[in-house]
């Protein structure tokens, strides 16, 4: 008995073992070389949405790059040079019910985010973000707005942060 118990606790760590070295994590990290960055301006291109979005998008990037990382805002002669648009902000219907109304609303955030890597111009990229919240009819837009446009924007950054300093 107690061998059976031996085995079968030897092939569950070989399995584990043997699995855990067909996948690896790769982990966020930054070119230690990199010291600065600057985040120009978010331009607001499309119709919709508070009128300091942009601005938000802005301060909460410039933040999440202070606190997460070593590098350092200066606006002249960056390492790094990230410049961005707000290219949608919509609200769509979803989940319609048998009244033909919507069961839910969609609020989405597009930005286009482009980064200029002056030690590495292999690492320049220009791409779309975007991240949707659902929420309720029951809800207006006003009513969940200040809730669901700081979830939006930090999956945003989330997912910038992700695209510059990981092997996603």
Known sequence: MIWKNWINLCVIIAS??????????????????????????????????????????????????????SLKINNKNPDLLIEGSITGYELTPQAPTGDDKAGLNRITLRVQFRLTNRLDEDKNFEQEFSFYQDFPQSQTLTQVEKALIPKLVDQIILDLFNKIAGDW
Do not use: H
């Open 16 to 69: 584990f073992i043997g699995l855990s070295s067909c996948y690896s994590f790769k982990g966020a990290s930054l070119d230690p070389n990199l010291k600065t960055i600057q985040v120009s301006n978010i331009r607001m291109e499309t119709a919709g949405g508070p009128a300091n979005l942009s601005l938000e998008i802005n301060e909460k990037l410039k933040e999440y790059f202070q606190r997460n990382t």
